[in-house]
């Protein structure tokens, strides 16, 4: 059985902080409605770095993310992508073209 493997945090405070606005923004409450934002800014769901520049994941997650070293900034995109594949498929259905590769 595959196990991911453990990379040690650099930068726990940043991290810990674009992490959270990752979980606030996919959370059950959250996600429709960052769906929706993500939508009004033509933007594709999976490519990260334009939402946090778009600032759709709050004002300070973009500088925290860019003080992050290499690896940290790696586990972070994980984490964002992860977090959009569980997003409920009647909202990846009623978005699909945030999910499309067109």
């Known amino acids: 059985m595959f196990e991911k493997g453990t ?58 993310y860019a003080g992050l070293g290499n690896s940290d900034q790696g586990q972070i995109r994980e984490l964002y992508l992860a977090s959009l594949e569980k997003v409920p498929s009647e909202l990846r259905e009623r978005f699909f073209k945030l999910y499309a590769y067109y």
């Not at 606005?21 to 999976?46: E, H, N, W």
Request: proline share 2%; aromatic share 6%; glycine share 6%.
């Open 7 to 64: 990379i040690a945090v650099q930068d726990e405070k940043a991290f810990r902080g674009v992490e959270s606005a990752i979980v606030s923004a996919f959370s059950p409450a959250s996600v429709q409605d960052f769906l929706k934002s993500v939508q009004r800014a033509s933007l594709r769901i999976r490519d990260f770095e334009a939402v946090l520049k778009a600032g759709l994941l709050g004002s300070g997650a973009a500088a925290a």
